[in-house]
C-alpha cells in the first residue's frame, strides 16, 4: 500500500490485513504501561490539517507516536496557507523538508488524491484524514474494526447508516468498505440528505427507520452538522430528531446483539439520546479506542511492511 | 496581392477545383492558372470551408493578460480556422460600456489575424442588477451584436425580460449563460451518479433547463431573440426543439468539449476537467450530437477559457472552470460529428460558420464559397491527425483537456480577407 485514499476501490484483502494488523497491535499494547514501539523509529509523518478536528488529528499523532514515528502537526490557521501557500507548494514544502507521509484533512473532496498525484516524485506517502464530502477511510477501518470485535465477522451483517448520507464522507467510506467485507448497507435518510443518484451505490435506501431497526446487526448514526439544520434539508431539529434519531424508544426495536455507532462529536438530544450513547450496546469509545490501532496498522502498511502483508 | 488556392474540395465535395483570391475576394473558381506573383496553396484535395465563426470566446484581455491577450488568442483562432470571434464581457474591467468594447475592437483590428467582435455585458459590471448601455455599445465603433452576462446568469426574470425587450429595438441578440444560481450553490461537477460518489456537490441539469425553459418563453413573449451558450444538457435540446417548434427565435450553441468529454472525466479529480455547464454524461453528449446535426441547436462555439497554472492545478474546488477550445474545435467536431456520419463537410460548414455568423449578425462572415464573396476561408486536411499539446498551442495558458489526445482533422490554412492568417500550423 501506498497511499491510502479511498475505500471505494480498496482491495478486501488489503482491508482485511490492514484490520488483522490493527487486532495485533492492539493485543501487543494490552495492558502495557509503556505504549512504544519501535517500528516507526525515524520516520516522519505530519499531519496537515485545513479543517478544525480534535479526534482524527489526536488519533493520528497518538498512532505515530505509539510507532515511535516522529509526528508533525501542521494546522491551516497557523502556517504558510494563511499567507496564501496552494496546496501543492505546501505538499511540495512538507516533502522536502522530509516528510515520509503527510495525513491530510482538507474541505475539497479529492484533495488527498491531487496530494498523491503531485507528491509522487518525492514519493511521499498520503493518508486521507477525510476530503471534503468524498471519503474519510481510516474512520470506515476503526468502524469495521469495532464491528468486528463486537460482531465477529461482517458477513452478511446488516448495518443502516442514518442521517446525512450526503455531506458525509464517514458514509461513502463506511457504504463502500462494508460493502467490500460482504456486509449489507441500508442508508435511512430523509431524501433531501441523500446524493442524486444514490441507487447506483452498492446499498438500498429506506426513509423508515423503525421498520429498519429490527433487522440490522448495527446501525451507524450520522451527525447532523449545524449549517445543515438551516439549510432547509428538512423543516426543523425536532422533526428530524423524532423521524430519525435514535431514541430510548427506538433502541428497543434493535436486537439484543446489535450494536451502536456513531463517528462523533455526537449532537446529543439530536440524532442521538443521551442513554442511548451511553447504553452497553454502544461502541462509541471503543470506537475512539481502536481508531489508534487502526491507524498504527495503517502507518505500519504504508512506511514499514513491504507489500500489504503484516 | 492574390492568392491561388490549388485542388480544394470546397465543402468537401466533388473533385478538386482552383480557387483565386484577389484583393480580399474570391475571383474565380474552376482550373485557373498560376497568375503571376500569386501565392500558391497546393490543397491537395483537402476540404475548404467558409472561416469559422465563434460566438464564445474569452480573450482575457483586459485583466487577465497572463493567461490570454487578443494578440495570443487571436493567434489561436487563426489556426484553428477561425476569421471572426465573439469576445466575453467578463474582462476585468467589464465590458459593460463604450470605452472597453471599442479598446477590445480595435485591438483585434491591429492584430489583424481574425475579426475580433467584442460582447457587450448585460448589466452592469455583470451584477446583474441594472442593465448596462446597450445602445451604447450597440451603436460605438464595435458595432457591438451580442450581449451576454456569461460566466453569470442574468438570473431576475424581469431584468432579463427588460434585456430581451430592449434588445429588439437593436437588432441585438441577448446570449444566456443558463444557470439558475440557487440550484447551484456550491456546484462543482454534474449532479449524477459519479458526482454522488465523488462527494462533489452537484451541479443539476434541471438548473440549466429551467433557466432555457424561462427564457424561451420570455423571449417569445417579447418576440426577441435569444442565444442559449452552451447547452450542455438532453433535456435543454428538448425544450429547444419545444421552444423553435412554437416559434420562438431562439438560438443555441454547443461546446466541444460537451459533445466529446463525460463526467468520466471527474474521477481523475484534475480540475482541467472542471468547466461551468460541467461534463455531463454519455447520454447528454449523444444527444447534444443528434441535435446539433438535426438543427436544435444550430452551431458550435469553444467557450474558449484560458487559466493560468496555479488557477488550475489545485485541488477541484479552488480551480476555475474552463478550458482551452480555439484550436482543438475543428478537430473534437471532426472526431465526434464527421467520423460518426452525422454531419458531412457543409453540415460543419454550418454549425461552425454560416449560422455562427448569422446569429451574431455579421453580413461578411459564413458566406458560400462563390465567386464575388469574401475570402474568408479555412482548408481542413481531413485526413490527418495530430498530438494536442498545451505548451504548444498559440495561447498563453495551456489548460486543455485534450493533452496527449491524438485528434482527426487538421487546419491547414486560414484566409481572413484573402489575407494568409495561418498556414500549416504557423501563423501567416
Known amino acids: 500500500m501506498k497511499h491510502l485514499l479511498a475505500t471505494d476501490g480498496l482491495d478486501p484483502a488489503v482491508a482485511t490485513a490492514v484490520l488483522d494488523t490493527a487486532d495485533e497491535l492492539k493485543h501487543t499494547l494490552l495492558g502495557r504501561e509503556v505504549k512504544k514501539l519501535p517500528t516507526l523509529r525515524g520516520r516522519t509523518v505530519v499531519t496537515l490539517f485545513y479543517e478544525n478536528s480534535t479526534r482524527t488529528r489526536v488519533s493520528f499523532e497518538i498512532a505515530g507516536k505509539w510507532m515511535s514515528a516522529d509526528v508533525i502537526n501542521v494546522s491551516a490557521s497557523s502556517s504558510s496557507v494563511n499567507k496564501g501557500e496552494s496546496l501543492r507548494d505546501t505538499a511540495l514544502t512538507l516533502a522536502a523538508a522530509g516528510a515520509d507521509c503527510v495525513i491530510v484533512r ?39 474494526a469495532t464491528l468486528r470485535e463486537r460482531l465477529g465477522s461482517l458477513k452478511d451483517r446488516r448495518i443502516a447508516i442514518v442521517g446525512d448520507v450526503l455531506h458525509s464522507r464517514v458514509a461513502r467510506s463506511n457504504i463502500h468498505l462494508l460493502a467490500a467485507l460482504g456486509a449489507e448497507v441500508v442508508l ?30 448495527a446501525v451507524m448514526m450520522l451527525r447532523v452538522q449545524a449549517e445543515r439544520m438551516h439549510g432547509g434539508f428538512f423543516p426543523s431539529a425536532r422533526e428530524y430528531s423524532i423521524a430519525y434519531g435514535l431514541s430510548e424508544r427506538r433502541q428497543k426495536l434493535l436486537p439484543d446483539h446489535a450494536v451502536v455507532l456513531h463517528p462523533g462529536p455526537m449532537l446529543r438530544g439530536m440524532e442521538i439520546a443521551s442513554a442511548v450513547a451511553d447504553s452497553p450496546a454502544s461502541a462509541i469509545t471503543e470506537q475512539v479506542r481502536n481508531g489508534v490501532h487502526v491507524r498504527m496498522a495503517v502507518l505500519y502498511h504504508l512506511l514499514a511492511s513491504e507489500g500489504a502483508a503484516a | 496581392m492574390s492568392t491561388l488556392i490549388k485542388g480544394a474540395r470546397p465543402y468537401g465535395e466533388g473533385d478538386p477545383v482552383d480557387v483565386l483570391v ?268 443528434t441535435a446539433l446535426a438535426d438543427g436544435t441547436i444550430d452551431c458550435v462555439a469553444t467557450d474558449h477559457a484560458p487559466h493560468a497554472v496555479q488557477d488550475k492545478d489545485t485541488e477541484w474546488t479552488a480551480a476555475r472552470p474552463g478550458m482551452l477550445g480555439l484550436q482543438t474545435a475543428l478537430s473534437i467536431v471532426t472526431e465526434t460529428m464527421v467520423r460518426t456520419g452525422l454531419l458531412d463537410w457543409r453540415g460543419v460548414a454550418r454549425v461552425m460558420s454560416e449560422r455562427p455568423a448569422e446569429i451574431g449578425n455579421l453580413a461578411d462572415q459564413g458566406r458560400p464559397i462563390a465567386v464575388g464573396e469574401p475570402a474568408n476561408l479555412a482548408l481542413v486536411d481531413p485526413d490527418a491527425e495530430w498530438t494536442v499539446r498545451g505548451a504548444e498551442l498559440a495561447s498563453i495558458a495551456a489548460n486543455t483537456p485534450y493533452e496527449g489526445m491524438r485528434l482527426p482533422g487538421v487546419v491547414t490554412a486560414t484566409l481572413l480577407r484573402g489575407r494568409i492568417t495561418a498556414r500549416d500550423g504557423k501563423i501567416g
Open chain 2, 22 to 289: 484577389e484583393d480580399g475576394v474570391i475571383t474565380a473558381i474552376g482550373a485557373i492558372d498560376v497568375p503571376e506573383d500569386a501565392e500558391v496553396i497546393d490543397a491537395a484535395g483537402q476540404v475548404l470551408l467558409p472561416g469559422f465563426v465563434d460566438l464564445h470566446t474569452h480573450l482575457r484581455e483586459p485583466g487577465r493578460e497572463d493567461t490570454e491577450t487578443i494578440d495570443s488568442g487571436s493567434a489561436a483562432a487563426a489556426l484553428g480556422g477561425y476569421t471572426a470571434v465573439f469576445a466575453m464581457a467578463n474582462t476585468d474591467p467589464v465590458a459593460d460600456n463604450a470605452v472597453i468594447v471599442d479598446h477590445v475592437w480595435r485591438r483585434g483590428q491591429e492584430v489583424g489575424l481574425v475579426d475580433v467582435h467584442p460582447v457587450g455585458a448585460v448589466t452592469v459590471g455583470l451584477k446583474g442588477e441594472k442593465l448596462a448601455e446597450l445602445g451604447t455599445m450597440a451603436n460605438s465603433q464595435a458595432r457591438v451584436k451580442v450581449f451576454s452576462d456569461d460566466g453569470l446568469c442574468v438570473a431576475d426574470p424581469l431584468l432579463m425580460r427588460r434585456a430581451l425587450e430592449y434588445s429588439t429595438a437593436l437588432d441585438v441578440v441577448i446570449a444566456q449563460h443558463a444557470e439558475e444560481p440557487r440550484l447551484t450553490v456550491g456546484a462543482q461537477a454534474h449532479e449524477g451518479e459519479r458526482a454522488a460518489r465523488l462527494g462533489y456537490t452537484g451541479w443539476p441539469a434541471a438548473a440549466e433547463e429551467s433557466i432555457v425553459a424561462r427564457d424561451c418563453l420570455l423571449a417569445l413573449h417579447a418576440n426577441a431573440r435569444l442565444h442559449v451558450c452552451h447547452v450542455s444538457t438532453s433535456g435543454t435540446a428538448d425544450v429547444l426543439r419545444w421552444a423553435k417548434d412554437r416559434g420562438t427565435k431562439v438560438s443555441a450553441e454547443v461546446t466541444p468539449h460537451h459533445l466529446l468529454l463525460t463526467d468520466e472525466r471527474l474521477a481523475t479529480y484534475d480540475p482541467v476537467n472542471k468547466v461551468n455547464p460541467p461534463l455531463r454524461t454519455e447520454s447528454d453528449a449523444e444527444k447534444l450530437r
Open chain 1, 188 to 217: 435511512v435518510a430523509p431524501p433531501t440528505l441523500l446524493p442524486y443518484g444514490v441507487e447506483s451505490l452498492p446499498v438500498t435506501v429506506s426513509h423508515d427507520l423503525d421498520a429498519e431497526l429490527p433487522a440490522v446487526d
Open chain 1, 106 to 144: 482538507h474541505p475539497a473532496s479529492g484533495a488527498a488524491q491531487r496530494l498523491a498525484g503531485w507528491l509522487a516524485e518525492p514519493g511521499t506517502s498520503v493518508v486521507n484524514a477525510g476530503d471534503g464530502t468524498h471519503e474519510h477511510p481510516t474512520q470506515a477501518l476503526l468502524d469495521a
